[in-house]
């Protein structure tokens, strides 16, 4: 059995959720009647309309936050919201990425390695998530089993490496695995219940993968719908055993 079906009013938190699988989650959840709150946050109002026009049909369930996940301010602020409504969250799911914008597009060799693009990278796909981890834990500290998920890459696994480049998106990848490995050792022991994950959604059809959608093979090139489904099947057939493990969207896990 699911753990969502274990409970009564599941309260849910999806971090990035104006666009591409955030909002793809945001819109699966929103069709699951177990589901009582969709907390949903984004960055930029003027790219989340879709998002905003999905919380005025559904006012009651859907609630938006405006949060830059490179800020710990903003941060322990929406989680502060969040917390005067409800008082637990039973799934989060960080889908925060970002591979390329503007003159930042990943590196083919080592001459193409600039320190401000290695930093940015680090600050939206590692750091963020395991501030996240940090001021999300007093809601996730109850008797109900949860899941904090954060999406990854296979790219980021080191063991898989075997054609190398990318290096920035590479290494903050390996770097979000190795901090939520290590949160999920600490929510084991301050937080049982709860099992901390990092997910490989497969290449999916978002503004993220589009610039390099051209090699990837039309059966492997997922529908934001069949992510979501594929990820969320995932995430709740997890058991006790799974927390800090790193899970490909077919259930299979992945070498770090």
Same mark, same amino acid.
């Given at each position: ?16 959720? &104006?666009?591409?699988?955030? !909002?793809?989650?945001? %819109? ?8 009582? #709150? ?5 960055? =930029? ?42 008082? #637990?969250? @039973?799934?989060?799911? *960080?889908?925060?990425? !970002?591979? @390329? ?9 080592? #001459?193409?390695?600039?320190? $401000? ?9 590692? /750091? ?6 940090? @001021?999300?834990?007093?809601?996730? #500290?109850?008797? $109900?089993? +949860?899941?904090?998920? &954060?999406?990854?890459?296979? /790219?980021?696994?080191?063991?898989? *490496? =075997? /054609? ?21 050792? $600490?929510?084991?022991?301050? +937080? ?7 997910? @490989? ?12 959608? %051209?090699?990837?093979?039309?059966? %492997?090139?997922? &529908? ?5 489904? =594929? ?11 799974? +927390? ?13």
């Amino acid at each position: 059995m699911s753990f969502i079906d274990e409970i009564n009013q599941v309260n849910t938190l999806i971090v990035g959720a &104006s666009q591409g699988i955030g !909002l793809g989650f945001v %819109k699966k959840l929103l069709l699951d009647e177990r589901i009582s #709150k969709i907390y949903a946050t984004y960055r =930029q109002p003027d790219s989340a309309f879709e998002l905003i026009n999905l919380a005025s049909e559904h006012p009651e369930r859907l609630i938006c936050l405006s949060l830059d996940s490179t800020e710990e301010l903003q941060i322990a602020e929406a989680i502060q919201q969040i917390s005067t409504q409800v008082n #637990k969250l @039973h799934l989060v799911v *960080n889908c925060v990425g !970002l591979l @390329h914008e503007g003159t930042l597009q990943p590196e083919k060799s080592l #001459k193409q390695i600039n320190s $401000e693009n290695l930093l940015r990278y680090f600050q939206i796909n590692s /750091i963020g998530a395991v501030l996240l981890a940090k @001021h999300l834990l007093p809601l996730f #500290k109850h008797g $109900e089993r +949860s899941v904090f998920a &954060s999406i990854s890459a296979k /790219i980021g696994s080191i063991g898989d *490496n =075997q /054609i190398g480049g990318w290096y920035g998106y590479r290494a903050s990848k390996a770097a979000l695995n190795m901090l939520m490995r290590t949160a999920a050792i $600490e929510y084991g022991r301050s +937080s049982p219940k709860t099992l901390v994950v990092t997910l @490989h959604p497969g290449t999916t059809d978002t503004r993220l993968s589009q610039p390099f959608q %051209k090699n990837v093979p039309a059966e %492997k090139l997922f &529908s934001v719908e069949r992510t979501v489904t =594929q990820l969320l099947n995932v995430i709740e057939q997890l058991q006790e055993g799974d +927390s800090g493990q790193f899970f490909s969207w077919d259930g299979s896990r992945l070498p770090w």
